[in-house]
């Protein structure tokens, strides 16, 4: 178990929809950073937020967002869905001052298929 | 250019063998990590092994070790007496720079498949 726990591990919804997934870091990390995998995919990083603020963004949709809140816990927004969009999303949270060489901890992920 | 490669996308070991797993990389930062991850078929991302560019030593961590060879650029993970249930896929990745707005350059992984 990484610490790092995800809501919902699956969502099933069709094309057009919103959804919203959550994230919340290890106790003590103040980083959390969003990934998403596609079918047998290495992972694309989307976006990074440290300590509430969005620090750097990889290949994020414009259709996706996502936010910090102060309770450091992280939502990605995915809107507009798209069959595309299916995929696996992780959430990984580092920054612990207890590591030195900034090792991200992954959550078990929440699978979407969007039908 | 891809920054970070993994040659081999699938690979067959018989149980109990060493499995060495490529990755090179290609940075112009002196300052970078590299970490190997596993991916069951469940789907998690378990952390295994970190290297620094600085760490004269390379590293390992249990039935893993890393032979890191900087001027090659290059950071193959070695796994020591296969296991069944070391089958999965397997990432290595890439930290460049320090502080805390660093992002994970990710290869495209090995699926690893250890037979009986």
């Known amino acids: 178990d990484s610490g790092v726990t995800q809501t919902p591990k699956h969502l099933i919804t069709a094309t057009g929809q919103r959804v919203t997934l959550r994230c919340s870091p290890r106790?003590?990390?103040?980083?959390v950073y969003w990934y998403q995998q596609s079918l047998d995919q290495g992972l694309q990083f989307l976006i990074q937020?440290?300590?509430?603020?969005?620090?750097a963004k990889g290949n994020i949709l414009e259709r996706f967002s996502a936010q910090q809140f102060p309770d450091l816990h992280s939502e990605l927004n995915l809107s507009s869905l798209e069959l595309g969009d299916s995929a696996l999303y992780f959430c990984?949270?580092?920054?612990?001052?207890?590591?030195?060489?900034?090792?991200?901890?992954f959550g078990p992920g929440t699978r979407l298929t969007v039908l | 250019a891809q920054k970070i490669t993994q040659t081999q996308p699938g690979m067959f070991v018989q149980e109990k063998e060493a499995v060495t797993l490529d990755c090179t990389y290609d940075?112009?930062?002196?300052?970078?990590?590299l970490f190997w991850y596993k991916q069951p078929s469940s789907g998690e991302m378990i952390f295994l092994i970190y290297q620094g560019s600085y760490d004269q030593q390379n590293a390992t961590e249990g039935r893993y070790s890393l032979n890191f060879q900087k001027a090659r650029k290059s950071a193959n993970l070695v796994i020591s007496a296969s296991q069944l249930g070391d089958s999965a896929m397997y990432f290595c990745a890439m930290r460049e720079g320090r502080g805390s707005n660093y992002q994970l350059i990710w290869g495209a992984g090995t699926k690893l498949i250890i037979k009986p």
């Open positions: 937020y440290y300590n509430g603020e969005e620090r």
């Open positions: 106790s003590g990390d103040l980083s």
């Open positions: 990984a949270s580092g920054d612990s001052s207890s590591h030195s060489y900034n090792e991200q901890f």
């Open positions: 940075t112009s930062d002196p300052s970078y990590g």
